[in-house]
């Protein structure tokens, strides 16, 4: 993750510093009017460099999952991206609102002369001005309302985030008026309105996306069945539906409304374009779904997606699955499709869940029944899971292969835990990560 960041924004500040230490050097000033006009320059490049990788990225391009590891990888990178982004922002702002401090401390007779400008730039310089600033405070308070999970519903901050392709956009009109002309004629200027002129079109296609009638496809509910606050859901796809592998996941909308869930299909593909969810009711839109599902009912997928699939070979490894909470359902998958393939390695599986009866733990101890090789342990009632219970089952002579779906801070444990008592090189952690917000 911090690789991708990294080369987002070293492509930009190479774009910055293609013009602005070699090509085109600003002109002479003193250095603090130099420094604020780069400065200002170099974060608003940036800033727009972020905001560009995070609009290609809300259009769920397949090419990122095989770089980046999954779908779910870069809906996080989409996430910090977002955040420095915003953060870049309040750099460039705090640039431009240094002005009245340096001319206090050094006077203004050392300023950078003005360039001339097309007459158009001088006509649209205001309304630049005053709608990259409000797009600004827009931004900050997305990044407030994202942080603040608990206290702001998903489905504000949802429709608040559909906004944010026109917020780009906004930025986009800032910066091409108020950049100085000359850069453009650079060969960072060419790089800088070829990368905007990308991230112009994937907004404008998420814009479109997000005011289309349908899903790329669409099926029927079959049936449903309420197991505890589980709800087993059961859909026959149309022809359009190409298959999944045991352990993606698909977003998922009724017919009709704009709000979208990720799940994780809980089935192996049996080629009959029937797929298989287990949602598990912890938000308004999941408890409230019992009641605006019915059989027969139209429901539409985007997917699938994900890169969190069983093992193809027995590689020699030490394989341990552990799952909490909703985070059982691509091990049910994986089961089923080992069980289709008539194969499964030796394995640990550990679900940790609240209590016994809990429904995913029950469909586990069906599903890891027809496994003789995979050994399930429960988690419940009092019986905690800890990382201890991953890290003996280490070997020395045999790489540790750990797979792990749950709570993030359930996973950073486990990581911790992994780095602080295991050599780096005899083990690996493959994990999901479902935080869309």
């Known amino acids: 993750m911090r690789r991708s960041i990294l080369l987002v924004l070293a492509s930009f500040f190479v774009i910055w510093a293609v013009e602005a230490l070699w090509l085109s050097p600003s002109p002479p000033g003193d250095l603090l009017w130099v420094m604020r006009q780069e400065g200002m320059l170099l974060t608003g490049i940036l800033a727009l460099g972020a905001m560009t990788a995070i609009m290609v990225l809300a259009l769920r391009p397949r090419w990122v999952e095989s770089p980046l590891g999954g779908m779910d990888k870069a809906y996080r990178l989409h996430k910090l991206l977002g955040i420095i982004a915003i953060a870049l922002s309040l750099a460039h702002w705090l640039a431009k609102q240094s002005k009245p401090l340096i001319a206090t401390a050094i006077g203004s007779t050392g300023r950078l002369a003005k360039v001339p400008v097309p007459e158009w730039v001088s006509l649209l310089k205001p309304y630049a001005k005053t709608l990259g600033e409000w797009t600004f405070y827009a931004l900050i308070l997305m990044l407030v309302i994202t942080l ?26 800032h910066g091409v008026v108020l950049t100085p002309p000359g850069y453009w004629s650079g060969v960072g200027g060419w790089l800088l309105a070829l990368t905007m002129a990308c991230g112009v079109v994937a907004a404008v296609m998420q814009l479109v996306r997000d005011m289309r009638s349908r899903y790329p496809h669409a099926g029927t509910v079959m049936s449903f069945t309420q197991l505890g606050d589980v709800l087993e859901v059961q859909c026959r796809m149309d022809d359009s539906w190409p298959g999944h592998a045991a352990g993606q996941f698909a977003f998922l909308r009724l017919a009709g409304e704009q709000e979208a869930h990720p799940f994780t299909l809980s089935d192996a593909d049996q080629q009959d374009h029937v797929v298989r969810f287990h949602i598990k009711q912890l938000g308004d839109w999941t408890r409230s779904l019992p009641e605006r599902l019915q059989p027969g009912i139209v ?26 909470g909703v985070g059982a359902t691509p091990f049910l998958s994986w089961l089923g499709q080992l069980h289709h393939d008539g194969h499964a390695p030796q394995a640990w599986l550990q679900y940790a869940c609240q209590h016994s009866a809990d429904p995913l733990a029950r469909a586990l101890e069906e599903a890891a029944a027809l496994h003789p090789d995979v050994h399930l342990h429960i988690f419940a009632d009092g019986h905690r899971w800890t990382p201890k219970e991953v890290l003996q089952r280490y070997q020395a002579d045999k790489p540790l292969r750990v797979w792990f779906c749950g709570p993030a801070a359930m996973g950073k444990q486990l990581e911790l835990a992994l780095k602080q008592s295991l050599p780096a090189a005899s083990w690996q952690l493959h994990r999901e990560h479902f935080e869309f917000r």
């Open 299 to 324: 429901v539409e997928l985007d997917g699938p997606y994900g890169r969190f699939v069983p093992p193809d070979h027995d590689d020699g490894a030490v394989h341990v699955w552990v799952g909490a």
């Open 148 to 173: 603040a999970r608990r206290a702001v519903p998903y489905k504000r901050w949802y429709w608040f985030h559909r906004f944010m392709p026109l917020a780009y956009l906004i930025l986009v009109f």
